[in-house]
């Protein structure tokens, strides 16, 4: 069972999640992960690659830098 | 050194490819992410027909999005069609990021051989042949290198979790 408190959100006294609701699988894929990507479309799912893709590049380009 | 790549748009590329009425399927990691893969990559692979007529075409793409070969000694080198005929990898830098026209994948398979284990996805209402997930782990397991090895239980997950919708 899991606490909450007055506004309906799990306290942090909540039990913590069995090992079957975590996010990764035996083989240590985050299966989270695909499903979000399954629940989206094909162009939506590159639309996804292209934003991760072009915030790493930003991070990349920031991190090299240096600081002002 | 070979010029900085420009940002990719693998959505876009993939739409001017079709406009230019190329015949290819999409491979590698693209053809994962397009099937649910949570996955990053930073090029679009393809397989091309290579009959002389669908080489123009693709030339034509290519010269559209300003395509040279990517080269480790930084030169301007434009698409060359005689390549594109063959069953080598030819990688093109562009304006729309890198993309790579294969002739074939490992074992000599080319776009005859492989159409039949594509499925066909829309994109922007039009039809684009994508190499299938079961096909694509096949072939990673074939080429057995780290760099592939190290992604397939994800594409396993992947198509495990597909199928059971």
Known sequence: MVSVDASGAPTLESPPVSDADLAYGDDGVDVTLIQEMLARTPEERLAALESFVAGLMELRDAVGKPAP | ?165
Do not use: C, W
């Open chain 2, 1 to 165: 050194m070979p010029s900085a790549s420009p940002p990719p748009r693998p959505a876009e590329a993939l739409r001017v490819l079709l406009d230019h009425e190329v015949d290819f399927l999409v491979v590698g990691m693209v053809a994962a992410v397009l099937q649910g893969v949570p996955a990053a990559t930073f090029d679009v692979d393809i397989v091309h027909r290579r009959t002389p007529e669908n080489v123009e075409r693709l030339m034509r793409f290519l010269a559209s999005v300003d395509a040279t070969y990517r080269d480790r000694a930084g030169r301007r080198l434009p698409p060359d069609a005689r390549s594109l005929l063959g069953t080598g990898h030819n990688p093109f830098r562009t304006s729309l990021g890198d993309l790579d026209a294969l002739g074939a994948l490992h074992g000599g398979r080319g776009y005859t051989e492989l159409e039949p284990r594509s499925v066909v996805m829309k994109l922007g209402g039009v039809d684009l042949r994508v190499l299938s997930l079961e096909a694509l782990i096949e072939e990673k397991e074939r080429l057995g290198r780290e760099k592939d090895l190290a992604v397939l239980p994800l594409l396993r997950r992947t198509l495990a979790l597909g199928r059971g919708k």
